[in-house]
Structure formats: structure tokens, C-alpha cells
């Protein structure tokens, strides 16, 4: 046995976009900053005197220094225990 096919009527999915509503002004200004050649900031800003931000500098000046970065827990150094 074939399966039929059925022609199904495509129309638009979703909630639909209201032009004057907030939202769209919010993304419509968004877009215009963009194609001005501005940025679009996300989040949080970081805090350029924060502890972390100090250590993420310090590392990337060891990165551009050539400095080699272990990642990751150091091997443990073993004894040698002479037993007489």
C-alpha cells in the first residue's frame, strides 16, 4: 500500500507580529543601530576592576607573550621513599 499525500494549505505559523507594538519598535531600533555601524550589547557588562577580569588580562598577556598555559590540575610530584 502507498500513502497518500494530502495537499495541506501553508499559512503563516505562529503568533502574529502586531507593527506598533513594543516589542517591534525595540527590534526595529536595534536594527537601525546595527546598519548605523553601531553594536548590539547583550547581558551583563563586566567589571573592568573585578578580580576575574584582573586574572582573564593576566592570562591573555601570558597567551600573547608565548608563555605555555597548562590547563587543568598539576600532576603530583611522588617521594621516593627508600625503606631500609
Do not use: C, F, Y
Request: a positive charge.
Amino acid at each position: 500500500m502507498s500513502k497518500s499525500t494530502e495537499n495541506k494549505t501553508t499559512g503563516q505559523r505562529g503568533r502574529p507580529v502586531i507593527a506598533n507594538s513594543a516589542r517591534q519598535a525595540k527590534l526595529a531600533a536595534r536594527a537601525a543601530r546595527v546598519a548605523a555601524g553601531g553594536s548590539v550589547e547583550r547581558g551583563r557588562p563586566a567589571n573592568p576592576n573585578s578580580k576575574r577580569q584582573a586574572r582573564l588580562a593576566a592570562q591573555e598577556a601570558r597567551k600573547a607573550a608565548g608563555v605555555e598555559i597548562k590547563v587543568g590540575r598539576p600532576k603530583t610530584v611522588k617521594a621516593d621513599t627508600v625503606s631500609a
